[in-house]
């Protein structure tokens, strides 16, 4: 589960972060995030959308390589 000090560091500097939920590419999550609490969390999508999601996911900068760890 991504920490607290994570959520807050990419919500502060308003970065793309990429949400791999499983191994296909196209299932990956793209966008900023919003909000967060103790098992979720909120991202806007390009389309403006927003998508609840598990904090079990990995999460990582859009702009580095997929699959790279941070």
């Known amino acids: 589960m991504i920490s607290e000090e994570q959520l807050d ?3 502060v ?3 793309l972060v990429r ?3 499983d191994e296909m590419e196209v299932n990956d999550v793209v ?3 919003v909000a ?3 098992t979720s969390v909120v991202i806007r ?3 403006r959308r927003v998508v609840k999601l598990s904090r079990d996911y990995r999460f990582e900068l859009a702009s580095s ?3 790279s760890t941070i």
Do not use: C, P, Y
């Open 65 to 67: 390589e997929r699959g």
């Open 45 to 47: 999508r390009a389309n």
């Open 19 to 21: 949400v791999i939920r």
């Open 31 to 33: 966008g900023i995030l």
């Open 13 to 15: 500097n308003g970065e």
């Open 36 to 38: 967060w609490d103790d």
């Open 9 to 11: 560091q990419f919500r």
